[in-house]
């Protein structure tokens, strides 16, 4: 496979965090039926419902793609301050799922991963200065890179 990396994205921060279980993704429509060549979703049609948002500490969030050997390692890191039997019980059962990540930046862009085979969610509790917790979403060996999306797939 012949990996396009015409396309550069830069951003200052990740302000919003949304993740979808892939078995709710009925399809992904990419810009005029290109990809990877043009790098933008168009649309997701996804289950109702089934678009969850995490909400994050934009400060303690950090973004990573790494190209290896035609494919690509891609991570997001990420705190949640809010620790409760809610939010640990939701981050449990996570676990086993693999996610469709969407992202916002502090410039209003949106931006997806896990278009191939799914990040997988892990997390730490640090009970330390901070109390929180560490939440990293990766999806290793995808032969995707980020790409952008309209801003309509979370609508």
């Given at each position: 496979?012949?990996?396009?990396?015409?396309?550069?994205?830069?951003?200052?921060?990740?302000?919003?965090?949304?993740?979808?279980?892939?078995?709710?993704?009925?399809?992904?429509?990419?810009?005029?039926?290109?990809?990877?060549?043009?790098?933008?979703?168009?649309?997701?049609?996804?289950?109702?419902?089934?678009?969850?948002?995490?909400?994050?500490?934009?400060?303690?969030?950090?973004?990573?793609?790494?190209?290896?050997?035609?494919?690509?390692?891609i991570s997001l890191d990420t705190?949640?301050?809010?620790?409760?039997?809610?939010?640990?019980?939701?981050?449990?059962?996570?676990?086993?799922?693999?996610?469709?990540?969407?992202?916002?930046?502090?410039?209003?862009?949106?931006?997806?991963?896990?278009?191939?085979?799914?990040?997988?969610?892990?997390?730490?509790?640090?009970?330390?200065?901070?109390?929180?917790?560490?939440?990293?979403?990766?999806?290793?060996?995808?032969?995707?890179?980020?790409?952008?999306?309209?801003?309509?797939?979370?609508?």
């Amino acid at each position: 496979m012949n990996i396009n990396c015409s396309y550069f994205f830069q951003f200052n921060e990740i302000k919003k965090l949304w993740i979808i279980n892939k078995l709710n993704i009925n399809s992904i429509k990419f810009y005029e039926d290109k990809r990877p060549e043009v790098g933008l979703i168009e649309s997701i049609d996804y289950v109702e419902g089934s678009l969850i948002e995490i909400e994050i500490d934009s400060e303690n969030t950090s973004l990573s793609q790494k190209l290896n050997d035609n494919s690509f390692d891609i991570s997001l890191d990420t705190t949640i301050n809010l620790i409760d039997y809610i939010t640990s019980t939701e981050l449990q059962s996570y676990l086993c799922d693999k996610f469709l990540v969407i992202f916002r930046t502090g410039e209003k862009m949106y931006f997806v991963f896990g278009v191939d085979e799914g990040a997988k969610l892990t997390y730490d509790l640090n009970l330390d200065s901070n109390n929180a917790y560490k939440v990293s979403l990766s999806e290793n060996n995808s032969i995707y890179p980020i790409f952008q999306s309209s801003p309509s797939i979370i609508q």
